[in-house]
């Protein structure tokens, strides 16, 4: 088979465990919970996969296990065919060349000692990718196809607004042109009027250069604007992956639903016609996963049924459904349709 | 039709006036702000963070200041509250809240309204709320500072009013410390603490920037359900135009601390008139439609020091003339009523174009 008939990124039943810190006895064992669990996502050249869910669903535990950041305890990662494995210490820098990961905090991601310049000959200096002569030109078109001038070269990250510095920090991350990006909330932590710009810029990159991007968000509007396709997690599993439009028009699982009726929406006439969903309670505690459906404790769709003995017994799986779209609901076709009225809460 | 020199200069129009008219004196609105003013000197500069900021709100009513980091909404949020006056900066203008001149009152008095009268809520719940101290004692303690009120009741009080807001086993909560909760809940309760009293007026500084977007719409309904059931006025401050379009019934757009348009929400959200609301709304990518390419403000919004002089949205303005950079910009009001922009194309009214 050859190497291009493989997607960019291939991921595998992943999951990720973490020491829980509750106290514990001395002689106990140390309790564990999984922040991932079976996570399985393609990502295809030239394509930008979304990820988005709440805050501690895993989003940013998926992006640094595929970077190497964080230890994996089941599944596999390959890239463009290759099998990576980032506990080898030889192949890190093999994996620096395949897949490059920018952070949410534009200010906390550069080095405030070392001018921007240096910053940026690093990638090439520690890959060899670039000689000594060559240094200087190549940062200077960094910089260029990341809409800075060669001039800021010279100068210290706190020179820089926001948006400047993630700037440089996708510079940093494009320098090699690795085959995949992992992108962290890139413009979460921007003004309005700046994100556009950072939100422009990636893409101009994913269509020059052909990466596949996994662009991680909570922002429902940026991720359909950016992505094709969009992936759905909750509590540490992907419950819903789809085209973008057809997601955002027609959920297949109701925590996207959810999610959709409570994203802000400035013009009054694309506001949800009907209530809009609000789920109840928080977002229930890796360490206290519900029984059945984990989402079944906030489940719209679970009290709108009458609350099925299913939902709280048995795990859905993600199923692939006509049209390629997966979801891990046992009634997705359902999901896109809430009642008018509310339906009687469960006990 | 075009503008009435009425409009031009900001006056009520004769309609407005007609229904007001009822009794002469038009009904006194909750809150009245003329020319708030917080300049900050340092190196024998002095730089504006707000600048002539003015404002009405009328009982039960929700008023919407979005602007960017920087743009000044907390600076004013804390001028209002009179939260500024020892610290370095200057606050000048007139604030009337119930009719009271709140630059007038004594320390005391303003500490009392302050309250009862007027609460406020910030982004950050952590911050606010003592890390070390159960939640319960916190809001015993907050009440028994205005009021003379025996422990068991103060805690029957804060019991109800964690109800009122929504939170899961109001007593149990009680005997939980701040790290205990969630971002949601931490912030429940700070809004359990702000209305105990009842406020007639609720300033919220970013109250859902730090939450989860199912918990924010689960505290935006809170807002809303509490400001309806106590007639309670509400100024809504966020970075967000969407949160806006949901709550508010008028909306002030800040940028560089100055007020650039304002007007009904539905009115300015649709309708905008100043480059920068439209520029807001264009760089936003939407929920629905197709997806052509985002239209970027150029730059970035200026440091305090470094604001332009006339029109201080002048270096990313696409649609600035000559005269930006000398001029300062002045509310015109727009023909649809109560709708204001202070932009310099604005100010040659359309009728001078029009042959009538
Ligand atoms: N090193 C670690 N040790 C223990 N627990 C961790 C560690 N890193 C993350 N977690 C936990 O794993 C879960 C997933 O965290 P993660 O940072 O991936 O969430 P996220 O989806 O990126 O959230 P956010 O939107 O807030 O960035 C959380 O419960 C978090 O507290
Ligand atoms: N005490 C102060 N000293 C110096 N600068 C200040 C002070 N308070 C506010 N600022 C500056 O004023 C501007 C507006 O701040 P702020 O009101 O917090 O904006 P917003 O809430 O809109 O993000 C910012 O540039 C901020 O750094
Ligand atoms: S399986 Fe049941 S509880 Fe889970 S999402 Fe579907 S309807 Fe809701
Ligand atoms: S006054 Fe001039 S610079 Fe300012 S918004 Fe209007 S056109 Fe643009
Ligand atoms: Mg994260
Ligand atoms: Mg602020």
């Known amino acids: ?347 | 039709m075009g503008y009435s020199y009425q409009q031009q200069i900001g006056l009520p129009s004769p309609q407005r006036r007609a229904v007001a008219g009822k009794d002469l004196a038009p009904a006194m609105p909750l809150l009245d702000v003329t020319d708030l003013t917080v300049s900050l000197t340092a190196g024998g500069r002095t730089a504006a963070i707000v600048e002539q900021l003015s404002l009405r709100l009328e009982r039960g009513k929700c008023l919407g200041i979005v602007g960017e980091s920087g743009s000044g909404k907390s600076t004013a949020a804390m001028a209002i509250m009179g939260l500024l006056t020892d610290g370095p900066l200057q606050v000048s203008g007139q604030i009337l809240f119930d009719g009271a001149n709140l630059a007038q009152m004594r320390p005391a008095e303003f500490r009392k309204l302050r309250g009862t009268g007027i609460a406020m809520i910030f982004q950050d719940p952590m911050s606010s709320l003592n890390p070390v101290m159960r939640i319960g004692d916190q809001i015993v303690e907050c009440l028994q500072a205005h009021r003379r009120l025996t422990k068991s009741s103060a805690r029957g009080k804060a019991a109800q009013a964690l109800a009122r807001v929504g939170m899961p086993d109001p007593e149990g909560m009680m005997h939980r410390y701040p790290h205990q909760l969630s971002g949601g809940q931490r912030q429940r309760v700070m809004i359990a603490m702000a209305i105990v009293f009842e406020p007639k007026l609720l300033i919220a500084d970013e109250p859902t920037t730090a939450l989860d977007l199912t918990i924010q719409a689960q505290i935006l309904q809170l807002l809303k359900k509490l400001s309806r059931e106590l007639n309670m006025a509400l100024v809504l401050i966020t970075h967000d135009l969407g949160v806006v379009a949901g709550m508010s019934d008028e909306v002030i757009v800040l940028y560089s601390g100055r007020d650039v348009e304002r007007g009904p929400t539905q009115e300015v959200l649709e309708n905008p008139q100043h480059p920068y609301t439209r520029g807001l709304l264009g760089a936003h990518p939407s929920m629905d439609g197709e997806c052509g390419r985002l239209a970027p403000i150029a730059g970035s919004p200026p440091a305090i020091w470094q604001r332009p002089s006339g029109c201080a949205f002048r270096d990313r303005c696409p649609a600035a003339i000559d005269d930006c950079a000398t001029v300062k910009p002045q509310h015109v009001a727009m023909p649809q009523q109560a709708h204001h922009v202070a932009c310099l194309l604005h100010a040659t009214p359309p009728q001078a174009k029009e042959t009538a």
């Open chain 1, 1 to 347: 088979m050859s190497q291009s008939s493989h997607p960019a990124l291939e991921i595998r039943d992943l999951s990720v465990e973490f020491r829980a810190s509750a106290n514990r006895g001395l002689f106990e064992k140390p309790a564990t919970f999984k922040a991932l669990s079976g996570i399985s996502l393609d990502i295809r050249q030239g394509e930008v996969m979304g990820l988005i869910g709440e805050s501690g669903s895993g989003k940013t535990t998926l992006g640094k296990a595929i970077v190497g950041l964080t230890e994996t305890s089941t599944g596999s990662i390959c890239i463009k065919g290759q099998h990576v494995d980032p506990a080898r210490a030889a192949g890190r820098r093999a994996l620096a060349r395949l897949v490059q990961m920018v952070f949410q905090d534009p200010y906390a991601s550069l080095h405030p000692r070392k001018i921007i310049g240096q910053t940026l000959s690093e990638p090439f200096t520690i890959q060899g990718t670039a000689s000594r002569a060559d240094l200087r030109s190549r940062v200077r078109s960094l910089l260029q196809r990341v809409g800075l001038s060669p001039e800021h070269a010279a100068r210290y990250p706190q020179h820089f607004s926001g948006g400047q510095r993630q700037r440089i920090a996708i510079a940093r991350a494009i320098a090699n042109e690795p085959p995949v990006i992992i992108a962290d909330e890139p413009v979460s932590a921007l003004d309005v009027s700046v994100q556009a710009q950072i939100l422009n810029l990636l893409e101009d990159l994913r269509k020059e250069q052909n990466m596949a991007m996994l662009f991680i968000s909570h922002d429902l509007s940026v991720v359909r604007h950016l992505c094709q396709r969009i992936a759905v997690m909750y509590l540490g599993r992907i419950v819903e992956i789809g085209a973008a439009k057809e997601m955002t028009a027609a959920p297949a699982h109701p925590y996207t639903t959810a999610l959709l009726s409570a994203a802000p929406r400035v013009k009054a006439r694309n506001r949800v016609q009907a209530a809009p969903i609000v789920l109840s309670g928080d977002v229930p505690s890796h360490a206290a996963i519900p029984s059945g459906c984990p989402f079944h404790t906030r489940c719209w769709l679970y009290e709108q049924k009458g609350c099925p003995a299913r939902c709280r017994t048995e795990m859905p799986r993600l199923e692939t459904l006509p049209g390629g779209r997966q979801a891990a609901c046992f009634f997705p076709e359902e999901a896109a349709t809430p009642a008018r009225s509310p339906a009687a809460a469960c006990v």
